[in-house]
């Protein structure tokens, strides 16, 4: 046994002869997941409330409580927000995550 029978043996195309895992050609792909054309509509409509009823308050600086989904209130105003958080000024600033929120509502409002 010399040298070269140590080197791996390569095909005409340049590469070696190891095999390589079978790819399943007749096999029947999940089926695409189809989405209405009014999802997004949808969604958008509800962001551009949203959106609104938010700005509404930052710009009367109207008290809000915020209920988090663990029970905890916050009260203060909304300073400013994005597409995932509130800041809210109270006692402290504080930066809520959206996700976070159970419900909101004005602080003279009935909803304790």
């Not at 080197?7 to 190891?18: A, E, I, V």
């Not at 096999?27 to 969604?43: C, G, I, N, W, Y």
């Not at 809210?88 to 930066?95: V, Y």
Request: some cysteine; aromatic content about 8%; glycine content about 6%.
């Amino acid at each position: 046994m010399g040298i070269s029978s140590l080197q791996p043996m390569f095909n005409s195309n340049g590469k070696t002869p190891y095999e390589l895992p079978q790819v399943r050609r007749n096999s029947t792909a999940p089926a695409a997941v189809a989405f209405t054309a009014r999802a997004p509509e949808l969604d958008a409509q509800q962001r551009h409330a949203e959106l609104f009823y938010l700005q509404k308050q930052i710009q009367s600086q109207t008290p809000m409580v915020v209920v988090l989904e663990d029970g905890e209130r916050i009260e203060g105003c909304i300073e400013w927000y994005d597409r995932h958080s509130l800041k809210i000024r109270g006692r402290s600033k504080t930066l809520i995550f959206k996700s976070a929120i159970k419900y909101m509502y004005k602080l003279g409002d009935v909803g304790q």
